[in-house]
């Protein structure tokens, strides 16, 4: 296998992977919509068959579907190489009407065209490219495409865990960071949420009579702000405050959300039981505490194996692969709690995921194809 030979193809194939890109994301597919996913779905089964896989559409209820394909399952005595992907976005449907798909110089633009169309599009040409050139990865390779992953990945993560479980490594097709870097370790996220219950009254003529939730909420947060470790990576930031329902009543309920980071395992506990454990401030409140951490942290010593190697090939092609960290979470967050060596970013490299000026940059779809082609060959 000469990773310069599969660049090569790849980037002789741009024009193809580039109109492949744009079909996709005229295609919009947020995840509150089943048949825009749907539609999505259905047009990578069929890029999946043709690339000669198995493919199997994984259908429920309210939602998307998610999509599994499987490739070279000759060799089903050995652990498949998983790829890890979604297609779902955040972008609602119309928003292609003020965002079109479009080409300014040097990127590619359009919603979900980087967070990670781009993705799923390196990942289809790593595959294209290999059948091309005749090359057979030593390991068969499943193509696992999830359809909610931008809220959680609650509906297929029985499914998609099940996949990695099988697998003797994860490679997650979310796009790269700032300069093209690898992803090595990702904080785990969590979301709380945090309700005081108080009792009403008139705030002038009894205000004695009534407890304040929003006050008690206020102290409590305070508090919360207090158990952030940031030199340890755990943080956290309180997102919304909603109570009360007039000024000349005293509040009987208030509720926040707080948003939390972890950059270590072993802070999971630590957190969601300080949490937990919270007391009110006020004789006559109550606190409800309701989430948790939703993904666990990737740590870097999952990644580091496979990153090396991925560095190695990179430099054989002609170019330097960096790696960094992320607060941001992903499906490779998962799948690296269960212990299985993951690689994260592999998709595109540009800006703006989740923001108006989202872009890929054009020149660097056929490299991330190629160093995806490559590591499924050699793993």
């Known amino acids: ?164 479980r099988r697998a003797r490594a994860v490679l997650v097709l979310e796009p790269a960071a700032e300069g093209g870097a690898l992803k090595t370790a990702r904080k785990g996220v969590g ?12 705030a002038g003529v009894n205000p004695s009579a009534g407890v304040n939730a929003i006050s008690e909420l206020a102290r409590q947060l305070v508090r919360i702000e207090e158990f952030a470790r940031p030199f340890r990576g755990l943080t956290l930031s309180v997102g919304t405050i909603h109570g009360g329902t007039r000024t000349n009543v005293v509040p009987e309920h208030a509720t926040a959300s707080v948003d939390v980071r972890i950059a270590r395992l072993k802070d999971r506990r630590l957190i969601e039981q300080r949490i937990r454990n919270l007391k009110p401030f006020y004789h006559g409140t109550r606190i409800e505490i309701e989430g948790g951490i939703n993904r666990p942290p990737m740590e870097r010593k999952v990644a580091v194996k496979l990153y090396r190697e991925a560095k190695l090939l990179a430099r054989q092609m002609g170019f330097e692969l960096p790696e960094a960290s992320t607060g941001g979470g992903s499906d490779g967050n998962l799948t690296a709690a269960l212990g299985i060596p993951t690689l994260d970013g592999l998709g595109g490299v540009g800006d703006g995921a989740h923001a108006r000026h989202e872009h890929v940059l054009i020149e660097e779809l056929p490299r991330r194809a190629a160093l995806v082609a490559s590591l499924l060959a050699t793993i």
Not at 58 to 73: H, Y
Not at 99 to 113: D, H, N, S
Not at 145 to 163: C, F, I, K
């Open 191 to 202: 979301e709380f949420r945090i309700t005081a219950r108080g009792r009403s009254a008139h």
């Open 1 to 164: 296998m000469d990773p310069r030979a599969l660049l090569a193809f790849c980037q002789a194939q741009t024009k193809a992977l580039l109109q492949c890109l744009r079909t996709m994301v005229e295609i919009e597919s947020p995840t509150s919509s089943p048949d825009g996913i749907s539609r999505l779905a259905r047009l990578l089964a069929r890029e999946f068959a043709r690339n000669h896989g198995q493919v199997n559409m994984l259908r429920k209820p309210r939602s998307g579907p998610a999509l599994m394909g499987e490739f070279w399952t000759q060799k089903r005595n050995q652990k498949p190489i998983l790829l890890l992907g979604h297609m779902d976005t955040v972008w609602e449907e119309g928003t292609l009407k003020q965002m079109p798909f479009r080409i300014r110089g040097k990127r590619a633009y359009g919603p979900g065209v980087l967070d990670m169309k781009s993705g799923i599009v390196c990942g289809l040409w790593a595959i294209r490219s290999l059948q091309a050139l005749g090359v057979t990865p030593r390991s068969p390779v499943q193509f696992f495409l999830n359809s909610d992953e931008e809220v959680s990945s609650l509906t297929y993560r029985s499914e998609m865990l099940r996949a990695a």
